[in-house]
């Protein structure tokens, strides 16, 4: 198969996997997107075909391949081609089969037509921009993000952004564009904007708020205009990158094919003071033994093989966001010690202040409703569990503090068990996916001796995890979103009021740092929270046990008990 064949595998497997596979087979989603992508195809203006020559044929082609059974009639396919996707019906459809529509970035960018030929024919320059990265590999995160951008042009979380982008048809080449870009990113765009909307100016500033402007800046000020012009750079940068990566022309990840391996990536932590985000990357290679003893086999770690990506929250430039990632990664190194007198660690006094706040939260609410039968719809009113959303953000830090897991209050592992709620560690370090030869479950559960999987699982008490449930099915992404952001505002008013330094993160972390200086096996730790280290060896969690894990939940949980305890006697 020549590489030309290969490249136009990768997008035809890309569309199929991002579309049909995600749609429903009962209903006429697919073919729904697949018109609103011949829409895409054919708005391309003339003079960039050439530069896609080779996506524009495996786009063509594709979708002649796609012979779709649905119900949709001639008249509507030239509705939908014409006027687009009913977007608001439509992802309302999707979130009935999908909890999160992060994953479904291609349908959603397919779904937000907009009313303007400008914003359209961006769309759709940046939509084969993304086939082109399709098929040079590994840039899943960047055709994730640019199809974002796209699609927030199409409602208020970027409009403001239209007028300072290019008119593409006006343009004869990428390269006429990316200069245009660039000139526009060193413009006074904040004058720009005065002149152009002197009356509406002001109103425009403030509705946009934090996409603009940093909390604590005035208007107007020399202040606001620094920040607006910094942060339409920043935006505007988001559309410079794809051209970079097509010009490149190169995979995101150089690759060194001489020795069989993976990039693994690892969890992503999330830094709530920068709002950076770090994912930890593993060159895993396969290592070769003659002995059947996978001790002897297990690759030893090789920390010039481990990576960190950065991805900075309102990158810049190339060499500033270099810097950022540098110093965001020596922090984060520093906060892995778990050393007493590091800053961004909590102390036992900021912890003792939470759990009497959670613990007054929680308490007044009436547990002994929930699953109460009821045989009149108006007791089923008057009695029924209630609760706002500063009782969710109360539990939200609770489950955080409670087990150190960052995904613990959205998860789908929480389920009732025979003692309690539990949660079930999928904890395996992906050297183990290596080849068939290493069994994934060789790090996360062991059998036992009728080998049936002894699988591992953090607990929960029966209260907490009854009113968790209550609490997630009345919510949607929205409202998830709202309560992360009133956890954060009821920890700064916690700060505010007793002089502490309370974070997300420090709340998080405080499991794993509470049994480092209890002199804890890290392992252990790493097992107990979900974090496997990819780049280093797996063998220290292959004994893991679930009395380990007890272990290490009582102690936390005795200590957390005599906490509140000393609160309550002072």
Same mark, same amino acid.
């Not at 018109?35 to 054919?42: C, G, R, S």
């Not at 042009?153 to 403001?160: A, H, V």
């Given at each position: 198969m020549t590489d030309e064949d290969n490249r136009s595998? $990768?997008?035809?497997?890309?569309?199929? *996997?991002?579309?049909?596979?995600?749609?429903?087979?009962?209903?006429?989603e697919a073919l729904s997107l697949i018109?609103?992508?011949?829409?895409? *195809?054919?708005t391309l203006p003339v003079q960039f075909r050439s530069a896609f020559n080779s996506q524009y044929s495996a786009l063509s082609e594709w979708i002649k391949t796609k012979d779709i059974v649905s119900t949709l009639t001639e008249t509507e396919k030239i509705?939908?081609?014409?006027?687009?996707?009913?977007?608001?019906?439509?992802?309302?459809?999707?979130?009935?089969r999908?909890?999160?529509? *992060?994953?479904?970035?291609l349908i959603t960018f397919l779904a937000s037509r907009s009313d303007s030929p400008k914003i359209n024919n961006i769309r759709s320059l940046y939509f084969f921009l993304c086939l082109k990265m399709v098929e040079l590999t590994d840039y899943d995160s960047r055709i994730?993000?640019?199809?974002?951008?796209?699609?927030? =042009?199409?409602? $208020?979380?970027?409009?403001?952004?239209?007028?300072?982008?290019?008119?593409?048809?006006?343009?004869?080449s990428l390269r006429h564009i990316q200069d245009n870009l660039i000139q526009a990113q060193n413009n006074d765009n904040y004058t720009r904007w005065l002149n152009n909307s002197p009356d509406t100016f002001e109103s425009e500033i403030k509705r946009y708020g934090s996409k603009l402007l940093d909390k604590n800046t005035l208007f107007p000020s020399n202040d606001a205009r620094n920040d607006i012009n910094e942060r339409i750079a920043q935006y505007l940068y988001e559309y410079i990158l794809p051209i970079d990566n097509y010009f490149k022309n190169d995979s995101g990840i150089t690759r060194v094919t001489s020795t069989p391996y993976r990039v693994i990536s690892g969890p992503s932590y999330y830094d709530d003071t920068t709002g950076n985000i770090i994912n930890d990357l593993a060159n895993i290679s396969e290592s070769t033994s003659n002995t059947d003893a996978f001790e002897a086999g297990e690759r030893q770690d090789n920390e010039q093989e481990s990576f960190e990506q950065v991805t900075i929250d309102n990158p810049s430039n190339y060499y500033l966001d270099l810097v950022k990632a540098e110093g965001q990664s020596n922090s984060r190194r520093k906060n892995a010690m778990n050393q007493v007198t590091d800053v961004n660690t909590a102390h036992e006094d900021e912890i003792k202040r939470l759990v009497e706040y959670i613990a007054s939260k =929680?308490? $007044?609410l009436d547990f002994l409703s929930i699953d109460k039968e009821y045989e009149y719809e108006h007791e089923y009113e008057e009695g029924k569990f209630k609760f706002d959303i500063s009782d969710q953000s109360a539990l939200y830090l609770y489950m955080l503090l409670l087990t150190g897991i960052h995904d613990i209050y959205t998860s789908e592992q929480l389920k009732l068990g025979s003692n309690g709620y539990r949660y079930q560690l999928t904890f395996c370090p992906a050297r183990s996916h290596i080849n068939n030869d290493w069994d994934k479950s060789l790090c996360a559960y062991k059998s036992d001796k009728l080998n049936k999987p002894d699988r591992l699982y953090v607990f929960m008490p029966y209260p907490l995890g009854a009113m968790h449930v209550e609490m997630v099915e009345s919510t949607d992404d929205k409202i998830r979103d709202s309560i992360h952001e009133k956890a954060k505002e009821d920890l700064r008013k916690l700060n505010k009021e007793f002089g502490i330094r309370l974070s997300i993160n420090k709340?998080?972390?405080?499991?794993?740092?509470? =049994?480092?200086? *209890?002199?804890?096996?890290?392992?252990?730790?790493?097992?107990l929270t979900n974090c496997p280290v990819h780049h280093l060896s797996a063998l220290p969690y292959y004994n893991v046990s679930q009395y380990d894990l007890f272990r290490c939940q009582r102690d936390y949980s005795q200590f957390k008990i005599k906490v509140l305890c000393l609160g309550q006697r002072s």
């Open positions: 595998k $990768n997008i035809e497997e890309w569309l199929q *996997k991002n579309i049909v596979d995600f749609s429903d087979p009962n209903s006429d018109t609103e992508v011949k829409f895409l *195809k054919n509705q939908i081609y014409e006027s687009g996707i009913d977007q608001k019906n439509f992802l309302k459809n999707l979130k009935t999908h909890k999160y529509l *992060k994953n479904l970035y994730e993000t640019t199809l974002d951008e796209c699609r927030f =042009l199409t409602s $208020n979380i970027r409009e403001f952004l239209v007028p300072f982008l290019p008119d593409i048809t006006q343009f004869e =929680l308490s $007044n709340v998080r972390n405080y499991l794993p740092h509470y =049994l480092s200086q *209890k002199s804890t096996d890290k392992a252990l730790i790493e097992v």
